[in-house]
């Protein structure tokens, strides 16, 4: 159930923090062609913590795999953790 629970945290989390690059990216083309003004988002450092906490849950979840339970339960902590870290960090702080 955790190794569910992990890669679903990892893997939307990085689709999430890939979102949030594409919109930074076309977000200030797109308002000042729309007459809506400047951008307003969560800033680059928000992005980018996303997509490394993302893509370092998805490369624990790919290597966990070959792992003994013990080490197995703990990388699933971990990534669940660091993504509602993030999560918090990038959404409600």
């Known amino acids: 159930m955790l ?4 890669g679903l945290f990892s893997a939307g989390t990085l689709v999430v923090g890939v979102v949030l690059l594409l919109m930074a990216l076309a977000a200030p ?10 951008a307003d988002g969560p800033g680059w450092s928000r992005v ?4 490394l906490v993302g893509a370092a849950g998805e490369v624990v979840v790919r290597l966990r795999g070959r792992w003994p339970t013990g080490p197995r339960v703990g990388a699933d902590l971990a990534v669940i953790v ?7 960090w990038v959404w409600w702080r």
Not at 29 to 38: D, S, V
Not at 82 to 88: S, T
């Open 3 to 6: 190794d569910g629970i992990a």
């Open 48 to 51: 980018l913590a996303q997509l």
């Open 29 to 38: 083309t797109l308002l000042e062609r729309a007459g809506l003004g400047e």
């Open 82 to 88: 660091g993504c509602l870290a993030v999560i918090w």
